[in-house]
């Protein structure tokens, strides 16, 4: 079973509207929660990153959320661009030793016009 | 101020035969990380570079695969005997790691190399 899930796998929108991607997770404990934007064909950019005591992060029209009690966690996009056009990865790293950062699969946003 | 790249972009091969994939970090960047992912799958972690420390391969699925990373930058990926389930795009991450856990930091993703194996 995948630590980390997001749903939904694929989301078309047309441009201007806003949308929420979710990321639940069972990792735990876990040290922080990051949001990655990938364009196709590109590697993955860091959006936001939270610690487990922090609520909301934004950056412009992008805001992550995180409820740690539910293990929860949503990317708000406000006014969709056709360039938020990407794949967006959930990914949180766990408070133990070694390197075990964990990836969602990553929710397919298309921005229509 | 270049980013992490990667090279080839793209390469095909026969099934059977070795492939090294090449990885430039941000300069300063003590942490490399290797990773794999499959077409409508989650990045799947490989192997990691931590300064001079010995590298954390528990991500490597099999004997086949090996990377190394020379003066502490430049870094290879070699795959021998590639099989057609090595057909993935092979992203490279550098980071700053300034004593923390591994993976704590924010990593910087290159361009990746996408892998077919015909």
């Known amino acids: 079973k995948n630590q980390v899930e997001q749903s939904p796998q694929s989301l078309i929108i047309l441009e201007g509207k806003n949308c929420t991607l979710q990321?639940?997770?069972?990792?735990?404990?876990?040290?922080?929660l990051r949001w990655y934007k990938q364009d196709t064909g590109r590697g993955p950019v860091s959006l936001t990153i939270m610690t487990f005591s922090e609520n909301t992060k934004s950056n412009g029209r992008y805001t992550a959320t995180l409820d740690a009690d539910t293990k929860q966690s949503s990317l708000h996009i406000t006014a969709s661009q056709l360039s938020d056009s990407a794949s967006y990865i959930c990914?949180?790293?766990?408070?133990?030793?070694?390197?075990?950062?964990?990836f969602g699969a990553g929710t397919r946003l298309f921005v229509k016009a | 101020g270049a980013g992490v790249s990667q090279s080839p972009s793209n390469k095909v091969t026969e099934k059977g035969k070795d492939v090294e994939l090449r990885c430039d970090p941000i300069s300063g960047h003590t942490a490399l990380y290797w990773y794999r992912q499959s077409l409508g799958q989650g990045l799947e972690f490989l192997i990691y570079?931590?300064?001079?420390?010995?590298?954390?391969k528990s991500g490597l699925p099999s004997d086949r695969f090996s990377a190394e990373r020379t003066g502490g930058s430049v870094s290879t990926l070699t795959i021998q005997r590639t099989q057609q389930e090595d057909s993935a795009v092979y992203l490279c991450?550098?980071?700053?790691?300034?004593?923390?856990?591994?993976?704590?930091?924010?990593?910087?993703f290159g361009p990746g190399t996408r892998l077919l194996v015909l």
């Open positions: 990914v949180v790293s766990p408070n133990t030793g070694g390197f075990k950062t964990i």
């Open positions: 990321c639940n997770y069972t990792v735990s404990p876990f040290s922080n």
């Open positions: 991450a550098s980071s700053i790691n300034r004593g923390g856990l591994a993976g704590q930091e924010t990593q910087y």
């Open positions: 570079f931590q300064g001079n420390s010995a590298p954390d």
